[in-house]
């Protein structure tokens, strides 16, 4: 293919980007390529714009017969897309296939991934799918299901959690105790121990209530 079909065939291809109003003037520009280069065949020009043969012959059949009405392949702009879209991921330079994953939301990429076959990023995907689609309704089912499930793992846990609450708490009465006996608190570090204490005062009075011991 010499460089005046090159060209032509590249103008072609920007007609085509433009939509279906251009097909005429793009199937000016192949007639224009096979002018140029004789030897150039519909295969090498339906490689060109990731098509066959026969989308050629079509087109070009359609422009020299003078017909205005709706172009052949008028509508099948999906089919137009995905063949772009495998030149691209075929032909492109992985730099530029880079650049275009990182434009990407995360969400996407992690689909386009998915796609290609990776195990992780399908899982993420199925995942994904299946939380946007549950309902409110499910979504508490579910939630008080594993609610209902991690029960007897904190009732089990609970009582180490109990001194280690204990032993934080000694630790602090034994701190409290060195400060007064050396004079260190002043009013401002009282507070705020104070506060501390009321919070979990608070706390202890719901925990009281809750397996009934009375408030003497």
Known sequence: MNNEAVRHLTLARGFLDKGESFYHKAAEEIVAAQQADPSLTNV???EWFGRGRDWVRTLVTWHTSGDRDRAPFAGKSEVKDTSKTRVLLREAPMEQVERILDELPPERVQQIAAAAGHS??????????????????????????????????????????????????EQAHEEIHELVADGSLTKKLVRQIDRALQTIEAEMQVARGLVGIEEE
Do not use: C, W
């Not at 994904?128 to 499930?149: G, I, K, L």
């Open 44 to 46: 090498e020009i339906g």
């Open 120 to 169: 992780y990023h399908r899982a993420r995907v199925e995942y994904d799918e299946s939380e946007r689609n549950m309902t409110p309704a499910q979504r508490s089912q579910r939630e008080a299901e594993v609610d209902e499930m991690l029960k007897p793992v904190r009732q089990a846990t609970a009582g180490f959690a109990t001194l280690g609450i204990i032993g934080h708490l």
